[in-house]
């Protein structure tokens, strides 16, 4: 066993030491631990609200993955989760908390679009504060929601091509708004295709009409729809 | 779409920027690869679970990253036939 790095009691009465090396979940009403290797800690703990007691200086808790990408330099790995955004530059092993908005810290990141034809430009899409952008690689943010008709954003695909963005919002139904200036300005284009979208995406395959095709994935599988509408 | 778990979430999408009718998608089944644009699909032949999301190199298509949901991360470096827990 390690060194204890916290206690406390439960609800029940029961004295609990948090110690190195270990991996703690909650289940149910219980409190359970489970002795980990360094290896199992770097990499994750089982399903629930985790605490990561490696000794780390940053114990990272994402309690849900909703995106991952990696930036065009080949560098970062970006992880969109309930709690907020993480960047990894050693292949996701470890992981740190990135700062997009002082006031709301911890944002639930649903997509992760890098611009892949400006290597340090990156969109988010967040379910409570709209769309934000990085010109830097990942360090300032800045929100971009001119025009958008919520805040509760589902889906986020940039065009490989033109860097045209779309996104998915839920407002009442779903609606997808286009921008063809990096969010500038949004404008809605449509409904959106279906029932909880997971994720949108611009897919360079030609429609034949002009444009190329949008992917998106919903409760009930994967659907396509050219994007020029 | 034949091939994929049907009446399922997906839950994730990459695509092969140099050839991008190759795409995989992440599902709480596992993870799955269409070589024609999403017509047909071939399940990964691998232990993976519970997926949230995958991301491929950009500029090495044969080397993809997936999430499951709880954060934990897997990579292949084969285009996807040998998995390494990171």
């Given amino acids: 066993m390690g060194k204890t790095i916290a206690e406390g009691i439960t609800k029940r009465g029961l004295k609990v030491l948090l110690l190195t090396g270990m991996i703690w979940f909650v289940s149910g009403a219980e409190i359970q631990a489970q002795e980990r290797s360094p290896l199992q800690l770097a990499a994750g703990a089982p399903a629930g609200h985790r605490i990561n007691t490696s000794g780390k200086k940053n114990p990272v808790t ?27 530059n050693d292949g996701g092993r470890t992981w740190k908390k990135v700062s997009v908005s002082a006031k709301q810290p911890s944002l639930e990141v649903v997509a992760v679009a890098p611009d892949q034809k400006q290597p340090s430009t990156i969109y988010i899409a967040t379910r409570e504060a709209g769309v934000f952008t990085s010109a830097d690689g990942g360090t300032n943010w800045s929100q971009i929601n001119n025009g958008l008709g919520g805040l509760d954003v589902h889906g986020l695909a940039i065009d490989p091509n033109d860097g045209k963005l779309h996104v998915v919002i839920r407002n009442k139904g779903q609606e997808i708004y286009r921008s063809t200036n990096g969010g500038g300005k949004w404008s809605r284009v449509n409904g959106g295709p279906g029932p909880e979208i997971q994720f949108l995406s611009s ?18 599988g994967l659907q396509r729809s050219p994007d020029c509408f | 779409m034949g091939g994929l778990p049907t009446n399922k979430t997906v839950n994730g999408l990459a695509v092969d920027p140099s050839n991008p009718k190759v795409m995989y998608v ?49 990579m292949s470096a084969d285009a996807g036939k040998k998995w390494q827990k990171q």
Avoid: C
């Avoid at chain 1, 990696?70 to 709690?83: I, K, R, V, Y």
């Fill in chain 2, 26 to 74: 992440a599902m709480r089944d596992g993870l799955f690869k269409s070589t024609d644009a999403g017509e047909t699909w071939t399940r990964v032949e691998n232990e993976l679970k519970n997926l949230a999301a995958v991301s491929m190199n950009p500029k090495n298509p044969k080397e993809i990253y997936v999430s499951a949901a709880d954060g934990t991360i897997f």
């Fill in chain 1, 62 to 88: 994402f309690e849900h993955v909703d995106a991952l990408a990696m930036d065009a330099e080949e560098q970062t790995l970006f992880l969109g989760t309930h709690t907020g955004l993480f960047r990894s």
């Fill in chain 1, 203 to 220: 897919v360079n395959i030609p429609t034949g009409m002009g444009g190329i095709f949008l992917y998106a994935g919903t409760a009930t």
